[in-house]
């Protein structure tokens, strides 16, 4: 079954820089299309960056500038840059994966604690 596996979140100052990593097994990692999301108690889960199995990405205004998303299809591996990070980035990050698989699936991973302190 499809498994997705983030690391890489913790503790960082304003302004300062994480790279979030999500690990997929048990699917054609390659010709899926790959997003990050975070979550904050009280709130919906909300996009922070897609990105196609042809490589294009997407980013709300947010984050866009500071994020970036990127994927090794030879590691089975997306990635998040995140830099000039701000308090109110602080979140849950999950990992999730649209797979098309005669209906279209969506997977996410067990969340990644990431805390921006001021």
């Known amino acids: 079954q499809v498994q997705l596996v983030e690391s890489g979140g913790g503790l960082v100052q304003a302004g300062g820089s994480l790279r979030l990593s999500c690990a997929a097994s048990g699917m054609i990692f390659s010709r899926n299309d790959m997003g990050w999301y975070r979550q904050v108690p009280g709130k919906q889960r909300e996009l922070v960056a897609a990105i196609s199995s042809g490589g294009s990405s997407n980013y709300p205004d947010s984050v866009k500038g500071r994020f970036t998303i990127s994927r090794d299809n030879a590691k089975n591996t997306v990635y998040l840059q995140m830099n000039s990070l701000k308090p109110e980035d602080t979140a849950v990050y999950y990992c999730?994966?649209?797979?098309?698989?005669?209906?279209?699936?969506?997977?996410w991973g067990q969340g990644t604690q990431v805390t921006v302190s001021s």
């Open positions: 999730n994966a649209r797979v098309l698989d005669g209906l279209l699936y969506n997977y």
